[in-house]
C-alpha cells in the first residue's frame, strides 16, 4: 500500500502552506543558523582547550624563585679571575646597600686592551661599572667614553682623577652621565654610570684605598736588582 504524500507546511504567518520558494527559503536559513552556531561553539571549545594546554604547561614548567638580579659574588669571582693575570684585581669594599650584578675578566679583543669589569648597583638604585683595564691605550679610552674631553680634576683618597660628564641629551646618555678615571701601575680605573657624585665618590674611594695597599709589579715578582 502506498503512502499518500505529506501535505504541504502550514505557515502560521501566512495562513495557507509555504510555496516550494518559501520551503527552499527556510531550510537555506535553518542551515545557514545551523553552521553559524556550530562554528560558535567550535571556537568556544578551541579557546578552552587553549586555555587548559596553558594552565598545564604553567603547572608543570618549573618556577625559581631567584630574582633576576641577582648579586654576584665579586669577590670570588676576582679571586678564580686573578690566577692567571698579574696585575692586582682591584676588589673594592663597599659600604652597605651597594652590590654587584656582573663581574667577568674581559679578555683583550682587536683593541687588545684586557680589563676586569664590575657591574654596581648603588644604594639610590643607580648604576657604576667600574672597569680595571691592563695597559690601556688613549684609543681604548676614548672609546669607552665616546670621545667626552675630561671637564675637571679632583681629588679623591690621594689619587687623581679625571672627571668627564656626558654632554650628550639625556635621552642619549644610556649609562653614562659621568664618569672618573685614574692610573696606577699598569692599570687605568674607569667609573661610568648614572650615580650621583657623592656615590662615584664613594666607590672611588674604595678603589683608592685598595689601590694604595696592592704591591706594584715589581714589589709581586721580587727586584730585580
Known amino acids: 500500500m502506498s503512502r499518500s504524500p505529506r501535505p504541504p507546511r502550514v505557515v502560521a504567518e501566512l495562513g495557507r502552506p ?13 542551515s545557514k543558523n545551523y553552521r553559524s552556531r556550530k562554528t560558535i ?12 594546554a596553558v594552565i598545564v604547561l604553567v603547572l608543570i614548567v618549573p618556577r625559581s624563585d631567584t630574582p633576576i638580579n641577582r648579586e ?18 682591584v676588589v673594592p669594599v663597599l ?3 651597594w652590590s654587584a650584578n656582573a663581574a667577568q675578566w674581559r679578555q683583550g679583543g682587536n683593541d687588545g686592551v684586557s680589563s676586569w669589569y664590575l ?12 672597569t680595571q683595564a691592563v695597559d690601556a691605550n688613549p684609543t681604548w679610552l676614548a672609546d669607552q667614553l665616546e670621545d667626552v674631553e675630561p671637564t675637571d680634576t679632583i681629588t679623591i683618597a690621594g689619587l687623581d682623577w679625571a672627571v668627564y660628564r656626558n654632554p650628550a ?12 678615571v685614574t692610573e696606577a701601575g699598569d692599570s687605568s680605573y674607569l667609573l661610568i654610570g648614572t650615580a650621583t657624585d657623592e656615590e ?26
Open 41 to 52: 561553539n567550535n571556537l568556544v571549545y578551541s579557546l578552552l582547550a587553549t586555555l587548559g
Open 18 to 30: 509555504e510555496t516550494a520558494e518559501e520551503r527552499a527559503n527556510r531550510l537555506a536559513t535553518n
Open 200 to 225: 662615584l665618590t664613594v666607590l672611588a674611594a674604595a678603589v683608592a684605598e685598595q689601590i694604595s695597599t696592592e704591591p706594584t709589579g715589581t714589589e709581586q715578582n721580587g727586584s730585580s736588582e
Open 72 to 89: 654576584v659574588d665579586y669577590a670570588s669571582v676576582a679571586e678564580q679571575a686573578q690566577s692567571g693575570v698579574k696585575e692586582p684585581l
Open 119 to 130: 657591574g654596581l648597583l648603588t644604594p639610590e638604585n643607580e648604576f657604576i661599572g667600574l
Open 95 to 97: 659600604p652597605p646597600g
Open 169 to 180: 641629551p639625556v635621552a642619549d646618555r644610556g649609562n653614562f652621565e659621568s664618569a672618573l
